[in-house]
């Protein structure tokens, strides 16, 4: 780790997380209506404006997929996911959920599956009864699935294992709920 020195006027959104740029070799993330990268090279950070509603965007939620030179975020508040070709500094939109609420942040969880799908994972309160949406980040499709286990409507965090295509995710029910207020739920999908 690198102590940049003082924040320059121009550069917002640091703290947030990203990805990695493996063709360039660079941090790059999207905050506040801007794509950013880091290069650590040089510490400079670069900022280059994009336009998406004035929603939070997830930046913790992002990927880079080398194939397409994209990197992508999913705005969970809209329910749209993005992609951001850098090469060519464009901004397009690779699907739309139909899940809007204000700060859906709060009720779901984004996990990225093969580097061309993500999983969203909304609360049942908010994504109703098909509150799984599949994302084919190659042509934008999206399956809606309801999968989740008896008793339980949310889910907190999870990982994906490419090699047995299997999301582990853990979750429970209501916070009120302590007989399965924090459980494993171990869910198979083949991609």
Same mark, same amino acid.
């Given at each position: 780790?690198?102590?940049?020195?003082?924040?320059?006027?121009?550069?917002?959104?640091?703290?947030?997380?990203?990805?990695?740029?493996?063709?360039?070799?660079?941090?790059?993330?999207? $905050? *506040?209506?801007?794509?950013?990268?880091?290069?650590? /090279?040089? *510490?400079?950070?670069?900022?280059?404006?994009?336009? &998406?509603?004035?929603?939070?965007?997830?930046? /913790?939620?992002?990927?880079?997929?080398?194939?397409?030179?994209?990197?992508?975020?999913?705005?969970?508040?809209?329910?749209?996911?993005?992609?951001?070709?850098?090469?060519? $500094?464009?901004?397009?939109? &690779?699907?739309?959920?139909?899940? #809007?609420?204000?700060?859906?942040?709060?009720?779901?969880?984004?996990?990225?599956?093969?580097?061309?799908?993500?999983?969203?994972?909304?609360?049942?309160?908010?994504?109703?009864?098909?509150?799984?949406?599949?994302?084919?980040?190659?042509?934008?499709?999206?399956? $809606?699935? *309801?999968?989740?286990?008896?008793?339980?409507?949310?889910? *907190?965090?999870?990982?994906? $294992?490419?090699? #047995?295509?299997?999301?582990?995710?853990?979750?429970?029910?209501?916070?009120? +709920?302590?007989?399965?207020?924090?459980?494993?739920?171990?869910?198979?999908? +083949?991609?």
């Amino acid at each position: 780790f690198t102590d940049r020195g003082a924040k320059a006027g121009a550069v917002y959104g640091e703290g947030f997380a990203g990805s990695w740029d493996t063709t360039r070799d660079r941090l790059v993330w999207v $905050h *506040n209506q801007a794509f950013n990268s880091l290069n650590p /090279a040089t *510490n400079a950070v670069t900022r280059i404006g994009i336009s &998406v509603t004035s929603h939070r965007i997830e930046t /913790a939620d992002t990927w880079y997929d080398k194939d397409t030179d994209e990197l992508y975020f999913v705005q969970l508040a809209t329910g749209k996911v993005y992609g951001y070709q850098i090469g060519k $500094h464009a901004l397009r939109q &690779v699907a739309a959920t139909g899940v #809007t609420a204000d700060n859906a942040s709060s009720y779901a969880v984004v996990y990225l599956t093969d580097t061309k799908h993500c999983l969203i994972v909304y609360d049942q309160s908010v994504g109703g009864g098909q509150s799984w949406k599949l994302v084919s980040l190659t042509t934008g499709a999206v399956q $809606h699935l *309801n999968r989740f286990a008896p008793g339980c409507t949310h889910y *907190n965090t999870g990982v994906y $294992h490419p090699p #047995t295509k299997t999301i582990v995710l853990t979750g429970g029910s209501s916070y009120g +709920n302590f007989t399965n207020g924090a459980a494993f739920h171990h869910y198979k999908w +083949n991609l």
